[in-house]
T-cell receptor
């Protein structure tokens, strides 16, 4: 079965530094991978989507890479700010027909001033 | 606010009672999804609709769970004979199949259920 792994340990980082999160998956070749942000008590918010033919995608201070050989995506937050503190989830569509997302367990990021 | 809304935001019930949650998607979205999320885990897919048709249901979903989207707009999720293991956050999301960003799902704030 499809397995999506994210580092379950919280990532504590100093303001201004770059946070790097990892998402590893097995047993599937997804056409794309998504990253969401979730704040406590709220629903996930879409951040970025990267397709299998894209190596890298950027949005403001966020950067995502996608290595289909390693079956891994890296998510970077550059020049991190305390407001970036949240849980970040990666998700794959394993259905290929209906956008049925399978999520990793998420990594909590805490940016300290 | 034109985002996805869910009602109620919180629900406390006793074991054995039935509960019903409502989700109002973004108005032009034709797909609607239900997920369940427990503490420390990512959301888990339950079911989804395209317009009024329920196209897929998770095999993990007990027969006590039923969802409807009668007019292709809002949806309800009912849990019958609730059990303590049903305690979780229930998330609704919507998307526009065939649109330029059809893979993106927009989530509501969730309904947090506590079964005593």
């Amino acid at each position: 079965s499809q397995k999506i792994e994210q580092n379950s340990e919280a990532l504590n980082i100093q303001e201004g530094k770059t946070a790097t999160l990892t998402c590893n998956y097995t047993n599937y070749s997804p056409a794309y991978l998504q990253w969401y942000r979730q704040d406590p008590g709220r629903g996930p918010v879409f951040l970025l989507l990267i397709r299998e033919n894209e190596k890298e995608k950027r949005k403001e201070r966020l950067k995502v890479t996608f290595d289909t050989t390693l079956k891994q995506s890296l998510f970077h937050i550059t020049a991190s700010q305390p407001a970036d503190s949240a849980t970040y989830l990666c998700a794959l569509d394993i259905s290929a027909a209906g956008n049925k997302l399978t999520f990793g367990g998420g990594t909590r990021v805490l940016v300290k001033p | 606010d034109t985002g996805v809304s869910q009602d109620p935001r919180h629900k406390i019930t006793k074991r054995g009672q039935n509960v019903t949650f409502r989700c109002d998607p973004i108005s032009e979205h034709n797909r609607l999804y239900w997920y369940r999320q427990t503490l420390g885990q990512g959301p888990e897919f339950l079911t989804y609709f395209q317009n009024e048709a329920q196209l897929e249901k998770s095999r993990l979903l007990s027969d006590r769970f039923s969802a409807e989207r009668p007019k292709g707009s809002f949806s309800t999720l009912e849990i019958q004979r609730t059990e303590q293991g049903d305690s979780a956050m229930y998330l609704c999301a919507s998307s526009l199949a065939g649109g330029p960003n059809q893979e993106t799902q927009y989530f509501g704030p969730g309904t947090r259920l506590l079964v005593l």
